[in-house]
Every structure is written in structure tokens, then in C-alpha cells.
């Protein structure tokens, strides 16, 4: 019905689709799937950590199954390592070797389940840390992660759907476009995080007054950005209750700055393009919830994120190295079907920088340090990885003078020794054009 109602509404004035979308509730506009997840997300709400396992247990035999059916990757596979489907325990899963990102581009018609017969839907990841990768994937799965997702929002108290939000992301107009776009399907408004800036703030701001805009998402940095000029230009959103950020780490001096602008904490969640994990931050702290109905996941020896989708039917993943780092939680909460078992996303492994020799070093380093100067409104750090050479760029404020720029060059040669660091002062810092998102420490 979904796909039928947007095709028949698409080319409808909008005041036409605004009072249908209005008139009919979105758990009736999105289908079977998502109305059939939606009720075991609140079922499995009265679940015990041991049911919730046990779930699991189900839906692995249920891929690993349909993988050795119809899957030529994973039929080869279990027979190198006399793999057994019917496994009796999830631990078994560990006997099979982790799947990455290349593997899947050099074997991608194998992936692809000879057995599935509906419309099949591509996915892209950004290709931030690397190749670009495509996937493919089915309407349900996308309509299982709306829920998964809806939940999230709702744990927060934000009502996803219910409630208009602003997103500022998503959107990049050509031009001659509008920089606000409105979905009446999704009772959202789109908004260009390449046209925010000085000029710009008091129509953006005037647009989420206007609309009475509750729910603000976005990628942390933008968030922060938007919170720096709202603050500059003492600009308020009265109507704003709900932040959330997802796909970049939220630096500790922005979730300040963002709270004490708008008086809401910002909350995260995290999931991937694979679709093979996903976790929410808790509503009452920061400590993320693994949703144990969406997915298997695992941590290497490293705490990087091992991912096993139970949903995607076209192409599913099992074992996928995610190359996320964690910080798990020392004593993990294991509350039913949504244990609070990671302290922090700490981002992309590969987000590390080399040493005059050839160590390696995290970028959770430099966020550290950064999180101290108090003279700079937000940093980008590019080492070229043949020179070693480094570009630290940086939006100074009032208080940036040239220690500020010696203490800088500093703390990176202290993390880094004798390489070569080039401060470069910006009025603001461009976003990656195909991604959207703004990569802070990043080896090329």
C-alpha cells in the first residue's frame, strides 16, 4: 500500500498530499513488514535476556539456512569449512571466518540469493574509508529498519512520525533548488547543510519556529555547527525538544555546546548501510542498547564490530567486519532484548594517523586533545599517508591567537613526532560532496 499511495499521490499538488498523509496513519501508509516488526519490537519488550538470545539462536538458523539454499558465496563456504547450518548454539557461528568489504566486491554475484524473487534495491555505502560498496536489499528490509529505527526515536520520547522534524541532511539542492525541502509522506522537512552559515542561520531558524519543529536530526557536527551560530547570533527554537545524531562520533565540547543551546542532551544511535548491527543510546544516559532483533554482533579481540544481518533476504551478510571500534562497557546491562553493552562509538577503524614511525594512532587521541582548546570552533585533520605531512584545518574564534596555533602543532608532533603539520585557518569546512558527512580525522 505504501509504495501504491506514493505513486498515486506523487504527482498531486501538495496540499492534497498533506491532508491524505495526514488523514492516514503512517502504520497503515507502510505495510506488512513493518506493522509485523513493529509489534514483536513491543512484544519483545516484556522478553528476558535469555528469550532474547534465544530469538537469536532462531534467526540465525533461519539465514544460515536460507544461505546454504540459495547462496553460491556461502554454499562454497560451508562446504571449505564442513559448516553445519543447524547450529546449537551461537558461539558455533565463530566457526566460519569474518566477511569483509573486498571479499564481498571480488565475489559480488555470489552474494546475491538465487532464491529471492521480488524487487531488489541497491545500497551504497559513502566510501569514506575506502571503495565505495554495493549491496542490495529488499522494500521489507527497509520498511523492519523504519521500525527499528521509530523505536529508537521513541525511547528518547520523540515520536518519529507523529512529530514534524527538521533533518539537515539528506538533501544537497542543485542549483536554483530550494535549501528546505518538505516530505508530507514522512512529516519532515529537509534543510541543506551546505547553505547553513552566517547569513543563512535566521531563515533556518525562522523555518523551525515557523513549523514548530520538535525533532532536529543531523550529523553531530552539523548539529554543533548549527548550535555555534544559533548561540553567536542568540537565536532560540522554543519548540525544540528532541536532537539525534547518527554516522560521526559526537565530540564531547559539542554535546556541550549543544545542550547548553538548546537544553537537550543529543542522542545517538548507530547502524551501517550493511544493515548487520544496530545500538541506541538510552534514554536516562549515554551507554548504546543493542537491538538483539535486528541482528547477531560480535567484537574482535580489537572491540570492532562483527555484524550478522537477520533481515536482508537478497543479500545477506554473516560475520561482517564492520571496522567500527567500541568502547564496550565494563559490567554490560543485560536488560531483555536491549543490553546496554557499549560505553561509546568511537568511529571508523581505519580513522588513524601515522607517526614519524609508522605507528598508528587512533583518532580518539586527537579528539581528546581538541576537546581543551577552547579557541577553536571545529577542526579537520588530513595526513597524506606517502609524506606523512599533515593539514590541520581549523575555524578559530575570538580567543585563537598565534599560541593557540604553536600549542596546536604541538600536541600533534607529541602524538605524532617530527612530522610536518600546516595549520590552516578556514571560516568554515566543507563536507564531503558524495557522503554528506564531515570526516574529522582523516590518512588519504
Known amino acids: 500500500m505504501a509504495s501504491t499511495l506514493k505513486h498515486l499521490l506523487d504527482k498531486q499538488p501538495n496540499f492534497v498530499k498533506k491532508v491524505v498523509y495526514k488523514i492516514i496513519p503512517f502504520k497503515y501508509r507502510y505495510g506488512k513488514a513493518y506493522n509485523e516488526f513493529w509489534y514483536l519490537i513491543n512484544k519483545s519488550k516484556n522478553w528476558s535476556f535469555d528469550e532474547s538470545k534465544n530469538y537469536q539462536l532462531q534467526k540465525l538458523k533461519e539465514v544460515l539456512k536460507h544461505c546454504e ?9 560451508f562446504k571449505e569449512y564442513g559448516f553445519d547450518p543447524n547450529i546449537k548454539n551461537l558461539e558455533e557461528l565463530k566457526k566460519l571466518p569474518v566477511l569483509t568489504k573486498d571479499i564481498i566486491i571480488n565475489n559480488f554475484e555470489d552474494f546475491i540469493s538465487t532464491g529471492f524473487q521480488g524487487k531488489k534495491y541497491k545500497m551504497n555505502t559513502s566510501g569514506t574509508t575506502g571503495k565505495r560498496l554495493l549491496l542490495w536489499g529488499s522494500d521489507d528490509l527497509f520498511k523492519i529498519e523504519c521500525a527499528v529505527i521509530e523505536n529508537a526515536y521513541l525511547d528518547h520520547g520523540a515520536k518519529l512520525y507523529e512529530d514534524h522534524s527538521i533533518w539537515i541532511r539528506r538533501y544537497s539542492p542543485n542549483e536554483g533548488d530550494p535549501i528546505f525541502l518538505s516530505d508530507y509522506e514522512l512529516n519532515r522537512s529537509y534543510m541543506s547543510a551546505f547553505h547553513l552559515n552566517d547569513e543563512t542561520i535566521f531563515s533556518y531558524v525562522d523555518y523551525f519556529n515557523k513549523t514548530k519543529t520538535k525533532i532536529l536530526v543531523s550529523y553531530p557536527s552539523t548539529i ?7 548561540s553567536k547570533y542568540e537565536l532560540k527554537l ?4 528532541h536532537i539525534h545524531g547518527a554516522s560521526e562520533m559526537c565530540l564531547p565540547q559539542w554535546e556541550k555546546l549543544i545542550y547548553e543551546t538548546f537544553g537537550t542532551k543529543i542522542k545517538m544511535h548507530y547502524g551501517q548501510v550493511e544493515k548487520v548491527s544496530f545500538a541506541h543510546q538510552d534514554s536516562t544516559n549515554d551507554l548504546y542498547k543493542e537491538n538483539l532483533l535486528y541482528s547477531f554482533t560480535e567484537y574482535d579481540e580489537d572491540n570492532v564490530i562483527i555484524g550478522t544481518g537477520f533481515h536482508n533476504k537478497v543479500m545477506p551478510l554473516i560475520r561482517y567486519k564492520t571496522n567500527d571500534l567500541v568502547e564496550k562497557v565494563e559490567n554490560p ?23 614519524e614511525k609508522n605507528s598508528l594512532v587512533p583518532a580518539v587521541n586527537f579528539y581528546s586533545f581538541m576537546s581543551k582548546f577552547e579557541s577553536v570552533d571545529m577542526f579537520q585533520i588530513i595526513q597524506k599517508k606517502d609524506t606523512k605531512d599533515v593539514d590541520f584545518f581549523v575555524v578559530p574564534n575570538y580567543y585563537y591567537n598565534e599560541d593557540s596555533e604553536t600549542n596546536l602543532v604541538k600536541e600533534m608532533k607529541n602524538r ?4 610536518n603539520v600546516r595549520i590552516h585557518k578556514k571560516n ?5 560532496p558524495n557522503s554528506n ?8
Open 224 to 230: 554543533y555547527y548549527f548550535a555555534l551560530l544559533c
Open 238 to 241: 522554543p519548540y525544540l525538544k
Open 333 to 355: 546491562v543485560l536488560d531483555g532484548c536491549y543490553p546496554k553493552t557499549i560505553n561509546r562509538i568511537l568511529g571508523r577503524n581505519g580513522d588513524m594517523l601515522i607517526t
Open 69 to 77: 539454499k540459495s547462496v553460491v558465496y556461502y554454499q562454497n563456504l
Open 416 to 419: 605524532l613526532g617530527d612530522v
Open 428 to 432: 568554515y569546512l566543507e563536507r564531503d
Open 437 to 444: 558527512k564531515f570526516k574529522t580525522v582523516s590518512l588519504i
